[in-house]
């Protein structure tokens, strides 16, 4: 399935890039291409990016570790995951960065009286991890006979692989031209993850139920529910539930089925001689020091630079504009995705609408909008309502708040961390993703069947165990 567009955004676990966002669509890719395993989910992806050469060299200096989300023109997601390696090629010689031999945090196990598997002092990198989250690494010593050697090599493997920055360089031949350049970004999916943080044991001996360890890998999931707060968000049925017109002198508002981005229908607004424009009557209460975001897919029949089509984000509480955003050139014919934020400083909750301009005031010009969401939080996440998949409504379908719920493996966190209480069998690091692919089936009171990486998502299912004795 050719995807209708990629979201490439910081990582929100880490401090690297806040606030990054590129909405990619086509032509802005070539050679895409991505892997769903029943196990892991979504596995890999990659694509050459088409863009000017300051994007593309931005994206090389600055884009490992960013989020990456795809998605069908239906809205649907299809992948997701996040950047693992560029590859950039310029005169001949190809760049190459990547997080795969990347650790910043490292400990050698090593062998004292007769005793193997000791783990060392764990040496950590808070640069590299602020930028990249926290990779671990362990080692085996060999040789090593005691601390002070395991440790003095665990600094010096530190201090190789901290960052990922220096890029390998190879000769790749072709052209010589110092103006073609191009990037291909490599992707993998959030399972690849479990593989960064080890379940880290405390002891030599003994042995550990199951859910224990399960329990430490639940902890390091998340539950989150997305709220799309526009309760008409696609004008399936109808522009007026939930949209207030404000009308200038003219032009007018209609459903029209021959535009539309996700679902059978957009809205469009006819220029007057005034400008025109819809707000989302239900909008949401936004508390002091909380962030309100809106997004909109737009059209325009002609170029709304300048502010001829936006969608802006107004506090009705307090009766000012907080935030807009204009269509560009790029909303002629096509669907441009627009999205702004705004963070509540006023010292108390304030009331917040989405706003859907025409502002041409030629009598003539039609800008469309459809797929609007306005959400607490920022930046703008996966549109969402009731329609699609992972999706429901709260009452009436098209006219009521939707919701997106997903469960899914926390992006970049500490899996596993010490616990002296929960004894594995194992006299190595053991990593989550082999203790969650081994899990299935084994039996204790305390816990059933964990089913991981299904093909459609990334979701960790959980089957409950019965009383005597779990499937």
């Not at 032509?27 to 989910?41: A, F, L």
């Not at 490292?106 to 002092?121: P, Q």
């Not at 800008?367 to 009731?386: I, K, M, R, S």
Request: aromatic share 10%; with cysteine; charged share 20%.
């Amino acid at each position: 399935m050719r995807p209708a567009s990629i979201t490439i955004t910081h990582n929100q676990d880490t401090l690297r890039g806040r606030g990054f966002v590129a909405n990619l669509e086509p032509p802005d890719w070539e050679g895409y291409t991505h892997e769903i395993r029943d196990v892991g989910g979504f596995w890999a992806m990659s694509h050459n990016l088409l863009r000017p050469r300051d994007e593309l060299m931005e994206m090389f200096e600055s884009g490992l570790n960013r989020e990456v989300v795809v998605t069908a023109k239906s809205g649907a997601e299809t992948w997701e995951g996040y950047i693992d390696e560029l590859a950039l090629q310029i005169r001949g010689v190809e760049l190459r960065k990547s997080l795969n031999r990347m650790a910043n945090s490292v400990w050698v196990r090593y062998a004292s009286g007769g005793v193997s598997g000791i783990r060392g002092t764990v040496y950590n990198d808070a640069a590299s991890q602020a930028k990249y989250g926290i990779k671990c690494r362990p080692f085996s010593g060999g040789q090593a006979v005691g601390a002070g050697q395991a440790n003095q090599a665990a600094q010096v493997l530190l201090a190789r692989l901290k960052s990922p920055d220096n890029p390998s360089i190879r000769w790749v031949g072709g052209s010589q031209d110092k103006d073609k350049i191009s990037l291909t970004i490599r992707c993998k999916g959030w399972w690849h993850k479990f593989y960064w943080q080890p379940y880290n044991q405390t002891v030599l001996t003994g042995t550990a139920a199951a859910y224990a360890i399960i329990g430490r890998i639940l902890d390091a999931l998340e539950s989150t529910a997305v709220v799309n707060n526009c309760l008409n968000p696609s004008f399936e049925v109808n522009v007026t539930d939930d949209w207030t017109l404000v009308i200038g002198v003219g032009g007018g508002i209609a459903i029209d089925p021959t535009q539309h981005y996700v679902g059978a229908n957009s809205c469009r607004i006819r220029a007057g001689t005034a400008a025109l424009y819809i707000y989302s009557t239900a909008g949401v209460s936004v508390p002091n020091g909380s962030t309100v975001t809106a997004q909109v897919r737009m059209r325009a029949s002609a170029d709304p630079s300048g502010f001829l089509g936006f969608i802006r984000i107004r506090d009705f509480t307090n009766g000012v504009n907080v935030a807009q955003i204009s269509g560009s050139p790029a909303a002629v014919g096509a669907w441009e995705y627009l999205t702004c934020s705004w963070t509540n400083n006023t010292g108390l909750a304030a009331t917040c609408k989405l706003l859907d301009y025409n502002n041409f005031n030629d009598g003539a010009a039609d800008v469309w909008f459809d797929a609007c969401q306005l959400e607490l939080g920022g930046p703008a996440t996966l549109y969402t309502d009731g329609t699609l998949p992972n999706c429901g409504w709260s009452g009436a379908a098209h006219n009521s708040t939707s919701w997106r719920k997903t469960l899914g493996f926390v992006k970049n966190r500490a899996i596993q961390r010490n616990d002296t209480t929960c004894q594995e069998k194992y006299d190595a690091d053991m990593w989550p993703a082999d203790i969650m692919k081994g899990i299935a089936g084994i039996g204790d009171s305390n816990f059933g069947k964990w089913i991981v990486g299904m093909r459609e998502r990334k979701t960790v299912y959980y089957e409950p165990a019965a009383p005597s004795r779990p499937a």
